[in-house]
């Protein structure tokens, strides 16, 4: 697995945490996070376009920040004001050629 995920946990609504997301191998290209939550289907949270650009999913917008450090092939998800409805599984996604591979994921539950 190249990419290691770190950065999640148990916090309480309104808290904070940061994801973190390293390519172990050069050759991949860390698009962004996803999030499954039990029973639904994985959206993507945050990500980088092709132009460079940042995405948000709505509901996360004003709250969380997608960032990188190319040096360290490293991509982070600052959340904060966390709410009980962004629990869920965290998955970091690359591209590598012309596949897409995932993080093992980082929990986030988020109590109210």
């Known amino acids: 697995v190249p990419l290691v995920e770190s950065g999640g946990g148990l916090v309480q609504a309104g808290g904070s945490l940061r994801l973190s997301c390293a390519a172990s191998?050069?050759?991949?290209?860390?698009m962004g996070w996803y999030r499954q939550a039990l029973g639904k289907q994985r959206e993507l949270v945050a990500g980088?376009?092709?132009?460079?650009?940042?995405y948000y999913l709505n509901s996360v917008k004003g709250r969380f920040t997608i960032s990188r450090d190319n040096a360290k092939n490293s991509v982070y998800l600052q959340m904060n004001s966390l709410k009980p409805e962004d629990t869920a599984v965290y998955y970091c996604?690359?591209?590598?050629?012309?596949?897409?591979?995932w993080g093992q994921g980082t929990q986030v539950t988020v109590s109210s």
């Open positions: 980088f376009t092709s132009s460079g650009s940042t």
């Open positions: 996604a690359a591209i590598g050629g012309a596949s897409t591979y």
């Open positions: 191998e050069s050759g991949f290209s860390i």
